[in-house]
C-alpha cells in the first residue's frame, strides 16, 4: 500500500538560459523542507523556454548533462522529481518534449514523449503557435508504479484530449502530471474546467505545474499551478505567483471514491487500452 504521497509543484517564470533556470529549481529546493518522502514536479519547459530553433536543437542533444545533474539534486534531497519537459533531440529537425520521472537515486525510471502538440491561433497577441515545427509528437502512453502511486504522464496541451487520460486510469492511474506552459487566454478561459474534468472523470489526483509570467522573449504564461483531488477540489492553487505550492496526497481517499461511485466498471465506452 503506498505511502500518503507529499507533492510539491513549482511555478516558474523560465527564460532562455539553462543554467540560471536550473539555478532557480535549487534554489526553491533549498528553501524547503524536504524531510518526508516527497515528489517535486516542475512546469513544462522549465529548463529553456522558447529559445530560438537553432539554439533549442542545440540544446536538445545535451539533455544528458541536465538528467545527470537532476539526478545529483534527487540524491541530496532525497527527492523524486518530474522534471517537466525538456527537449531531446529526436531527428535533425527535431526534438522531443520528454517528461522525465526520476527516484531518489537520480535513475530515470519512466520517459514520456508529449503527444498533442500546440498548433493553434489564439487571440492573445502572439501571432500563434506551432509547436510541431520542432516538435517530433510522441506515441506512447505511460504510467509507472513508484511509492506514491500509479503516475500517468501528459504534457499541457494534451489535457484537451480525454482519451489519453482515460488510457491512462485504464493503465491503473491514480496521480496524473500535467506540467504546462498556458497561455494567459486559454488559460483564463479553460485551465481549470479541463483539470478538473480529468480529475473527476477519471478519479485521479492531479497535479499541474505551471508557468506564469512574462518571459524573456516576451511570451506571457497563465500560471495558477494546481494540484487537484479525485473529487475536484482544489487542494492547492499557485495562482499569480512563483514559487512552491504542496499538498498530501490521500489514496485511501481516491479508492474510498473509486468504490463509492465506480465510474471505470460503469463505462461503457472503454478505449483499446482497457485491461
Ligand atoms: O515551447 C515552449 O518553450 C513552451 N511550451 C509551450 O508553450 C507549449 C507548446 S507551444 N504550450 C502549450 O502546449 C499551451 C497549450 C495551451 O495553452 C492550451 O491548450 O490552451
Known amino acids: ?86 527537449a531531446v533531440k529526436g531527428s535533425e529537425k527535431g526534438y522531443f518534449a520528454a517528461s522525465f520521472l526520476l527516484n531518489d537515486d537520480g535513475e530515470v525510471v519512466a520517459r514520456y514523449n508529449k503527444i498533442h502538440l500546440f498548433d493553434a491561433d ?30 500517468g504522464l501528459s ?3 494534451d489535457v484537451r484530449f480525454p482519451g489519453l487520460y482515460q488510457a491512462m486510469r485504464n493503465l491503473g492511474a491514480e496521480i496524473l502530471l500535467v506540467p504546462s506552459a498556458f ?17 473527476i ?8 505545474p505551471a508557468q506564469y509570467g512574462t518571459h524573456e522573449n516576451g511570451r506571457k504564461t497563465y500560471g495558477h499551478s494546481l494540484i487537484l483531488s479525485p473529487w475536484g477540489e482544489v487542494l492547492s492553487d499557485a495562482k499569480q505567483q512563483l514559487g512552491m505550492i504542496s499538498a498530501e496526497l490521500d489514496l485511501t481517499q481516491l479508492h474510498r471514491l ?6 471505470q466498471v460503469h463505462n461503457r465506452f472503454k478505449s483499446e487500452f482497457y485491461e
Open 1 to 86: 500500500m503506498p505511502f500518503n504521497a507529499r507533492v510539491i509543484a513549482i511555478q516558474m517564470c523560465s527564460g532562455m538560459q539553462p543554467e540560471h533556470n536550473f539555478q532557480q529549481l535549487e534554489q526553491w529546493l533549498e528553501h524547503s523542507d524536504l524531510k518526508e518522502p516527497t515528489l517535486v514536479c516542475l512546469p513544462e519547459s522549465w529548463l529553456a523556454f522558447m529559445q530560438d530553433a537553432k539554439q533549442s536543437l542545440q540544446f536538445a542533444q545535451n539533455y544528458q548533462y541536465w538528467l545527470d545533474k537532476l539526478g545529483e539534486l534527487c540524491r541530496r534531497y532525497k527527492i523524486w522529481l518530474n522534471a517537466g519537459t525538456i
Open 122 to 151: 489564439v487571440a492573445d497577441g502572439s501571432g500563434g503557435y506551432r509547436e510541431s515545427r520542432l516538435t517530433i509528437a510522441g506515441t506512447e502512453v505511460v504510467v509507472v508504479n513508484t511509492p506514491f502511486g500509479k503516475i
Open 155 to 157: 504534457v499541457c496541451y
Open 183 to 199: 497561455t494567459t487566454v486559454t488559460g483564463a478561459a479553460h485551465w481549470l474546467p479541463l483539470l478538473q474534468a480529468r480529475a
Open 201 to 208: 472523470e477519471n478519479q485521479c489526483f492531479v497535479i499541474a
Open 258 to 263: 473509486r468504490t463509492d461511485m465506480p465510474v
